[in-house]
């Protein structure tokens, strides 16, 4: 099972989704582990960064100047990603993010790329 195929199945069965009856026990734990998922992303976006940094000569400008274009492509300085947009290559309606497949035509969805999917 691919990553996209783990993703769906969690939100084909509920997985960690909190409902309108959840309580306030468990949104404040699904806060907890939503902040120490971002720390764990945190940290390793800084090793990655640190080694690459080291090996290939980057600087912080460029960085910061990527960060500013990648967040400018939605027209928008907000510190926020923009969600593409994926047309089918079968029938051309909008892809749905959240399935593996074609809602219109069944056509299997596939993978973009990593950050594509997490966005
Ligand atoms: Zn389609």
Redesign the pocket.
């Known amino acids: 099972m691919n990553w996209n195929e783990v993703l769906y199945e969690r939100c084909r069965t509920g997985e960690n989704v909190l409902t309108s009856e959840s309580g306030p026990e468990q949104l404040i734990e699904k806060v907890v582990e939503l902040e120490q998922r971002v720390d764990k992303l945190v940290l390793a976006n800084l090793a990655l960064w640190e080694i690459l940094k080291g090996r290939m000569n980057l600087t912080e400008d460029l960085l910061l100047s990527k960060i500013r274009e990648i967040d400018l492509r939605d027209g928008k300085l907000d510190g926020k990603i923009a969600r593409e947009v994926l047309h089918?290559p079968?029938?051309g309606?909008v892809?749905s993010t959240k399935h593996a497949q074609?809602l219109?035509?069944g056509?299997e969805k596939l993978d973009t790329t990593i950050y594509y999917n997490l966005a």
């Open positions: 089918c079968m029938c309606r892809m074609c219109y035509c056509h």
